[in-house]
Every structure is written in structure tokens, then in C-alpha cells.
């Protein structure tokens, strides 16, 4: 089984819920589809959408919440 990655679009700070009050986009073991929404990265005060460009099972969350990241920079792993 070959593992897959879902990749910052862009550096800034990785936001794995869509508001400190909500539940995160993904938790390992959950669904991915070709699309979805699984984070957001933020650079200067904007919110961009991390969109999975795979489907696949979350295996690892591997950018914490509220971590900065760098483009290309590994997010989630999936299955």
C-alpha cells in the first residue's frame, strides 16, 4: 500500500478547524474526496483553502494546528 500526502498550497500558518470553536476539516480515519476542503493555510491575514487533490483514509495528521508551514510541506497522510 502505497502512502499519499495532501500538501500546503502555500507557506503560512496551518488551520486544521474552520473556527477555534469547531470540530477540525479531518481526523485520522476519516474520508477524503477529490476536492475537499481539509484545512486552511493563512498568509497576511487570509484564509486559503488546503482542497485534497487525492481521496483516500486520513492516516496521519502530520502539521499540527496552528503550525507554520512551507509550500509543498506534507499535511495529512492518507491510505
Do not use: C, W
Not at 473556527?19 to 476539516?25: G, V
Not at 474520508?31 to 487525492?54: A, C, Q, R
Not at 492516516?59 to 512551507?70: C, D, H, K, S
Amino acid at each position: 500500500m502505497s502512502e499519499k500526502h495532501i500538501l500546503s498550497p502555500l507557506p503560512g500558518t496551518f488551520y486544521r478547524k474552520p473556527a477555534p470553536d469547531k470540530p477540525p476539516f479531518k481526523d485520522v480515519g476519516d474520508m477524503v474526496t477529490l476536492g475537499e476542503v481539509v484545512g486552511l493555510v493563512e498568509v497576511m491575514k487570509t484564509f486559503y483553502e488546503v482542497k485534497s487533490e487525492l481521496e483516500g483514509k486520513v492516516a496521519r495528521i502530520l502539521a499540527e494546528n496552528e503550525a507554520a508551514v512551507q509550500a509543498g510541506e506534507p499535511l495529512i497522510e492518507l491510505e
